[in-house]
């Protein structure tokens, strides 16, 4: 279990994280998202151990990150974007010196570093030197190294980056299955990746919390975008759909076809029908398009700007 309370980190008199909280269940997986420089990487190292905070706390399984940093690095498994591997060393002597380092036993570090081999799909490697994997074969190794201990809490920076469509897959499995025994936090700039393996999403942006529900919540919504095709357009259409009471956006898409952000609300969708109808409009379809995680992302972020100073 993951607990963040009012975290903050100052880098000079730029706020990296500006009082995030959040909470991450055990047997979770939240998608952390947010555009670049946006804050995850450094909240994910100031959980992890790598960076102190300015203020606030965190704490991991019980555990306060800066009162028992040791314990805390014990329980987690940090998987980090740029992933630190020694290219000189075999794979499993490399993760054989991850496990000696993490304090696991001589008498289990074989079988330790084998079954996490065997998880992340690089066995067959073993012997290989790190130096002349691939990239995704290097990403399954830092993976493997982040399982070493079966810590309780993953920490996951882009773990699919770099890996060919079958290992995405993979992968994407493997951490659904992980859930079922360990708590994740994972950051991804892949939107459907999280739509796909995550409960919840948190979505930051310039250091603070503009989002955070179930997935479920996000993408059902109170708002829809309906999908409109007329038969015989003119100038006067978009200030007409623009005139009606509840719709947010409209976007011409050209061909008679326009976009209309509003509400998802049936009593709402006749009434857009009858008035396209009545201004002398063909009404060929009209359909309710599903918001998806990019139109969240996207709304939750730009909304951001120009609220802070």
């Keep these: 279990m993951i607990e963040v309370k009012g975290l903050t980190k100052y880098y000079g008199p730029i706020a990296a994280v500006d009082d995030v909280s959040f909470r991450v269940e055990s047997g979770e997986i939240l998608g952390f998202l947010g555009p670049n420089a946006a804050g995850k990487t450094t909240t994910m190292r100031i959980l992890t151990g790598f960076s102190p905070p300015t203020s606030g706390t965190a704490m991991i399984e019980g555990f306060d990150i800066a009162r028992n940093p040791i314990e805390v690095k014990r329980r987690v498994g940090y998987l980090p974007e740029n992933v630190p591997l020694y290219g000189e060393m075999l794979v499993s002597s490399f993760l054989r010196y991850v496990a000696e380092v993490k304090g696991i036993a001589?008498?289990?570090?074989?079988?330790?570093?084998?079954?996490?081999?065997?998880?992340?799909?690089?066995?067959?490697?073993?012997?290989?030197?790190?130096?002349?994997?691939?990239?995704?074969?290097?990403?399954?190794?830092?993976?493997?190294?982040?399982?070493?201990?079966?810590?309780?809490v993953l920490i996951l920076d882009e773990p699919t980056v770099g890996l060919d469509p079958q290992q995405i897959i993979e992968i994407r499995q493997m951490i659904?299955?992980?859930?079922?025994?360990?708590?994740?936090?994972?950051?991804?700039?892949?939107?459907?990746?999280?739509?796909?393996?995550?409960?919840?999403?948190?979505?930051?942006?310039?250091?603070?919390?503009?989002?955070?529900?179930?997935?479920?919540?996000?993408?059902?919504?109170?708002?829809?975008?309906?999908?409109?095709?007329?038969?015989?357009?003119?100038?006067?259409?978009?200030?007409?759909?623009?005139?009606?009471?509840g719709v947010e956006k409209v976007s011409d898409e050209g061909g008679g076809r326009f976009m209309v952000q509003g509400p998802s609300d049936g009593a709402w969708r006749e009434g857009l029908s009858r008035a396209v109808v009545e201004a002398g409009y063909g009404l060929r379809t009209l359909r309710e398009r599903g918001r998806t995680l990019e139109d969240i992302f996207v709304a939750a972020v730009t909304s951001d700007v120009g609220e802070r100073p």
């Design 176 to 245: 659904k299955d992980l859930a079922k025994e360990h708590t994740v936090l994972l950051s991804t700039h892949i939107l459907p990746e999280v739509t796909m393996i995550c409960q919840r999403v948190l979505i930051i942006n310039r250091g603070r919390i503009v989002a955070q529900d179930s997935m479920e919540n996000l993408v059902g919504g109170p708002k829809a975008t309906y999908e409109i095709e007329l038969g015989a357009p003119d100038g006067r259409v978009l200030p007409l759909l623009q005139s009606i009471d």
């Design 106 to 152: 001589r008498s289990s570090r074989t079988r330790e570093v084998n079954l996490a081999m065997e998880r992340c799909g690089v066995a067959h490697m073993a012997t290989r030197l790190i130096a002349n994997l691939s990239k995704g074969y290097r990403q399954r190794v830092g993976l493997a190294q982040a399982l070493l201990g079966n810590p309780p």
